[in-house]
């Protein structure tokens, strides 16, 4: 037995990291799974079993891992070139053995989020994009500095939500987690902080010339 780590792709509830963005490392206190946004820590206990996964035959063969963390996206796969069934005989190889209890596996439960945030996230998003619309420069229309608002809000919103509870309890059902949604938050991040760049460098470099 021996601790083995293997790189590949992984989905994480409806958010999908393809390869080589995920990384599986199992040894026999637990399992964990680290993608570029987020790492998720299993021990034996906490999963039901290991799971051959095909959506599309030769193109996305994967392993779930059927678990009974509630506080985790119920559907976790680890995409991995070659066969699946390969892969989770090197995890038991290891020392990985799944022990959770039969039938205390977590099953789909909906989205998390609340109705009214999602609402009210379309309604703050559109209207920033509404109130810092393009001004005038020259003859043509140009964005000002503020419209880069709705992008900033969105940042603001991944990360103020994965650390305030207040904004968890406005945002999330009742009895859900924010480990449910930190991989679609830090995505929310990651693509908003990406756009912010570039759009501020094209912004100051039109300022500039």
């Known amino acids: 037995m021996g601790e083995i780590n293997v790189t590949g792709g992984a989905r994480i509830g409806f958010v999908n990291a393809t390869w080589p963005l995920a990384k599986l490392v199992a040894s026999p206190l637990g399992l964990r799974l680290t993608c570029v946004l987020d790492t998720y820590h299993f021990v034996p206990t906490d999963v039901v079993s290991l799971e051959r996964y095909r959506s599309i035959p030769l193109f996305t063969n994967g392993v779930r891992i059927v678990h009974a963390r509630p506080d985790y996206p119920w559907k976790i796969i680890f995409w991995c070139f070659g066969s699946p069934d ?4 090197r995890i038991r190889e290891a020392g990985f053995m799944p022990s959770a209890i039969a039938g205390s596996e977590i099953q789909s ?5 609340r109705w009214g945030a999602i609402l009210a ?10 109130l810092f619309s393009p001004v005038p420069h020259g003859s043509m229309n140009k964005p000002g500095a503020f419209a880069l608002a ?6 603001l919103i991944g990360w103020g ?20 949604i930190k991989s679609f ?5 990651t693509v908003s902080a990406l756009l912010l760049v570039i759009f501020a ?9």
């Open 109 to 113: 439960r909906g989205i998390p989020f």
């Open 185 to 189: 938050l830090s995505l929310i991040q």
């Open 121 to 130: 996230f379309i309604l703050i998003w559109s209207g920033l994009f509404l």
């Open 161 to 180: 939500t994965k650390g305030s509870v207040i904004l968890q309890k406005i945002i999330l059902k009742d009895t859900r987690s924010v480990n449910e």
């Open 86 to 89: 390969e892969l989770i005989s």
């Open 150 to 155: 709705p992008l900033l809000f969105a940042f």
């Open 201 to 209: 460098v094209l912004l100051l470099t039109d300022a500039l010339s």
